[in-house]
């Protein structure tokens, strides 16, 4: 099995971006499974365009992406991603699109295709939070979502797809009193245990 | 040198107390500094005659007391404890004081003697947030912090004390949603680190 | 014009609903046009039934909907229903849907008719705090807003709807501690103030 | 019985300070006691010294102060001022004392002599959420609850003093995410029945 997991660069003024910390620190393989690595840029389009050109290149059986989430306490793992743009700041491209439709011929919304219930509980008996987010929101991380998602539909490709938001880490909120944050080690544990969850379940629907 | 360090047992429900797990992993030197770990009750007045007792036994320079503060975002260093009782749930053994005097004849609040904004700024540098906090709260944490520095007042000891809060661990917010919790590696080396500033300040102070 | 405007009855241990508390305030006309006002039951699908009755009966120009979202912090307009029922809690009739498909032939999602944007300028305008929510949950606010915008679709109807959450009461959170309010005068005039955008809109559109 | 009501000016970028704004909406006679109402700026000592001489001149039986807690979910009745003024931000006129005694011959706290807890549970009587506080903070808030008892105490006056933090007012949260509010209607409720409840257990204390 293959797994394609994608994080992103810092943004909104960040100097770093947890999900890409925690990407450069996953195993090279989990679970028997063949971790690729990649990095997209916080940018609408661009990032979708990236991830499918590593989709095509290495044709994995899961994609899994993982992106920030400041403010949000525990590991949170989206349940679906909707056909809009609205983003409150500029991407890392300058652009900064306000109640745009996705993709005009996309479904209205598409569902992570991944077991969001059995990851939340695996990464909860690791004794770490997580629960189902219902919002990715409507910035970068949504956009990605379901670029890839609309990109497997209308391709009817045999992908499962879906989104991971990680909190901020602790050094990220020294200058913001009042908001949460995860270690590393802690994070890296977590999208581990996610990934572990995906090769079981995966393996049980093949067989 | 010589620091005594307490951390209380489990209270409220809860089945671990994050003080005690970060005082069982401390280092037995830090800074060329002995540590003294004590584990006393979440028990009004006898979480104090304990401390006294090792105090009495040890003659440490430094009383550093440890305490969790579940909701807490960040390590809070106290900076002062005031002459009153007021608990929301029982001790650990059934006492539950509303609205009482710690010591009649005690001071309306004595402030740590510990360097407190050093010790904020120490940890901060070590990429993890921390802040002053204004108050310990009216229950067993400000009770120990009270009682010991109203020890050492009454008495005329050369000792310094202060008490530093905690959040929950991880795993003690699995079912607490929107509950803030710091890692137990992010937190021994806060600890650490405070213990470190405190020698530093220790040391330039008496020499 | 003619609006319908529906809220919901108690649920989950509460004793009132914001929601009906402003329902009953509202004027019977708001900017020239006609309030209906309609409670339903917090139950999936019979609260979706009543609102639908009511449609046939009064062939209203608009349905809002209101709903309660204990711990959000202003008036929150909704963006989007997504299809799906997940209950955190068993409904009034003691329904208790899982990871459902409201509807196995309806969208993944529907947005919102209503001008959302220009529903929260007004209410802030008027000096309350208001903004765009990307997530109705997976409870009965959601069920209701998907299943009127799907009843609309299915039949072509030209009636626009929406969704709009408010805060707990003052009263609701005396025992929960930092937990947000909003008073009910500042609820009935942002949702009156909600309305008359609406109607100013629709006659813009409708000209 | 007369009754001192103090407020403070804007400050920290607020156009408002809802303490002032509850201040002039105050009736001029509450159960039966005279109300004299006082604006002192946010400024260290200067506070002060203005409510000294209103309390010359006036003599009242009771001073209560109102002051802005931003941030905060409901109305807190503070229990304690501490020996220190330590500012994050400058205050009205551009001072900002860092870790400096109010009085370094004062005493090191003074708990507030209004009946707190009485307080509490009138406001909440109301439906208004209310609870104590164990920290008016270390900024002028503080400084001049501390002052007005230090000087009490200093000349043995016979008079009650304590001090009650309210929430921002809604117009003042609309650029401020996920941050509480309560509404001018709501919060002259709680300051009047808090009032009404010192004058209450004051008429107790000396039949």
Redesign the interface.
Known sequence: MKILVTAFDPFGGEKINPSYEVLTRLNDVIEGAEIIKLQVPTAFYVSVDRAIEKIKEEKPDVVLSIGQAG?R??ITIE??A???D?ARIPDNLGQQPI?TPIDESG?????STLPI?AIVNGI?EE???A??S??A??YVCNHLLYGILNYIKKNKLNIKAGFIHIPYL??Q??DK???????I??MVKAIETAIKVIVREEKKTTM
């Open positions: 403010g306490f525990d349940r679906v909707i056909n809009i609205d109640d479904e209205p919304a598409y569902f219930k909860r004794k770490i939070p629960s189902i219902n919002s929101g409507t602790p050094e909120v020294i009193p009042n908001t949460p944050s995860m270690s080690e802690t």
